[in-house]
C-alpha cells in the first residue's frame, strides 16, 4: 500500500481544527468504525452510575490533544501508550493525510507534539513490542506498520489477505516473545458475524486464524499469565476468553465471559491489570468499565459532569507500569482528551497500549 511517511517537526504541535460536517470522512475510509463503534452514539448526559456499576472513579483531565478536522469532521484518539520516560503516544484514527496521526502527550503538562503522519493510514491501535521495542500501529486497511518512537524509519510488517480474506484490523496485543494477535473487524457489516482474531509471528511472515465467526471484535489483550486472550466483540457487548495452547497458536477453549450492560454504549478496546482486572472502555459514552476476573463489575470510570458535552466516548486505557496512575482516551464533537485516573490495580505490559 503506498504511503508518503514523514516524520513531523520534534516541535510542531497539533493545533484545533475547526469542525466540519461528516461527508468528508470518506476521504478516510471509515465513519465512526473505530475507536470503534457501527455508528456514532447521542452525546451522553451526566448521570449517576447505575446499580451494578461498582463504585465510581472519578477521571480527571490532562490534555486536550486533537480539535474535529476539517476534511474529515471528526477526531477520535485511541491506543494511549506509556513509554520508559513517562510520555504518552496516542493515535487519532481520522486524522487525514498529512496530519498528526501519532502523537506524543506529555501527562504532566498537558503540552502535545506530532511524531508521525503519512497519506493513507488509518491508525486504530498502537503498541510496543517486547521484541524490538519499536511502535507497531494497526491500520484499518489492513496492514500492520512499525515506527521506531521518534517517528522515524516507517516499515511495513504486515499487509494483505489472510485465508483469502482482507482484513479491518483494530487492536494488537504482543506475547512475550514478540508474536502479534490482532483483532479483525472484517467489513464491519450490520448484523454479520465475521469478525477474526488473527496471530501473526514476529517476523511477519506468517497470519493464522485463531477465531472467527465473531461480532466485530475489538480489544484484545492478554491475561497477565499469558494463557489466553480476553477479547471484546462490540456488536454483542460481550467479553469473552480465548485459552490458548501452549504454544498460542491455537485457541483451545472458547467462552463468553461477560455480558457489559452498557445501553446505548458498545464494548470498545480493553485492558488487563497485574491482578487480572479488565478495564473495558466503551464506545458511545465516555466512561470505562472496571471487571474483576471473576465477572464481578467493580467500578466504573467516569469524568466529570461538567465535562461530559461533546465528549461520547472512552476507546482504551494505559496503566502506569508498575504504578496506578491510569490515563484513558476520550473524544467526541468536543475534541480528542486524554483524562487521568487511579486504577484498582497495578499496571502492566497488558494494561498498556493495544
Given amino acids: 500500500m503506498p504511503t508518503d511517511p514523514s516524520p513531523l517537526p520534534a516541535d510542531r504541535t497539533p493545533r484545533p481544527r475547526p469542525r466540519a460536517a461528516l461527508a468528508a470522512v470518506a476521504a478516510v475510509g471509515l465513519l465512526a468504525l473505530t475507536g470503534c463503534g457501527t455508528e456514532t452514539a447521542a452525546p451522553a448526559t451526566p448521570r449517576a452510575a447505575p446499580a451494578g456499576e ?62 508521525y503522519t503519512d497519506n493513507t493510514g488509518a491508525y486504530t491501535s498502537a503498541q510496543r513490542s517486547p521484541y524490538d521495542g519499536r511502535l507497531y500501529l494497526s491500520d484499518y486497511h489492513g496492514s500492520v506498520v512499525s515506527i521506531e518512537p521518534d517517528g522515524s524509519d516507517r516499515r511495513t510488517f504486515f499487509s494483505g489477505e489472510v485465508d483469502g480474506s482482507p482484513m479491518n484490523l483494530d487492536d494488537i496485543a504482543f506475547d512475550d516473545e514478540g508474536d502479534l494477535y490482532v483483532s479483525d473487524l472484517h467489513g464491519m457489516k450490520p448484523g454479520e458475524a465475521t469478525g477474526r482474531i488473527v496471530r501473526i509471528d514476529r517476523d511477519g511472515a506468517k497470519a493464522t486464524v485463531l477465531a472467527d465467526g465473531l461480532a466485530h471484535p475489538n480489544g484484545v489483550v492478554f491475561d497477565p499469565a499469558l494463557r489466553g486472550l480476553w477479547i471484546s466483540e462490540l456488536a454483542e457487548n460481550t467479553i469473552s476468553y480465548l485459552r490458548l495452547d501452549a504454544g498460542k497458536t491455537a485457541v483451545t477453549s472458547q467462552h463468553e465471559a461477560i455480558h457489559v450492560n452498557a445501553g446505548v454504549a458498545q464494548t470498545d478496546s480493553i485492558a488487563v491489570d497485574a491482578d487480572g482486572n479488565l478495564y473495558q472502555a466503551l464506545h458511545g459514552r465516555p466512561a470505562m468499565a472496571v471487571y474483576s476476573p471473576d465477572g464481578e463489575r467493580l467500578a466504573t470510570v467516569e469524568i466529570p459532569a461538567k465535562a461530559v458535552e461533546g465528549l461520547e466516548s472512552a476507546t482504551n486505557v494505559a496503566i502506569t507500569p508498575g504504578g496506578t496512575k491510569a490515563y484513558m482516551t476520550v473524544s467526541g464533537p468536543a475534541g480528542g482528551h486524554v483524562f487521568a485516573f487511579t486504577a484498582p490495580g497495578r499496571g502492566i505490559r497488558q494494561s498498556n497500549g493495544g
Fill in 54 to 115: 461498582g463504585r465510581s472513579i472519578r477521571a480527571t483531565q490532562v490534555a486536550h490533544v486533537t480539535d474535529p478536522h476539517e476534511a474529515t469532521g471528526q477526531t477520535l484518539l485511541e491506543g494511549p501508550l506509556l513509554d520508559e520516560d513517562g510520555d504518552l503516544y496516542v493515535v487519532d484514527v481520522t486524522a487525514p493525510a498529512g496530519k498528526p496521526k501519532v502523537i506524543s502527550v506529555d501527562p504532566a503538562t498537558g503540552r502535545h507534539k506530532g511524531v
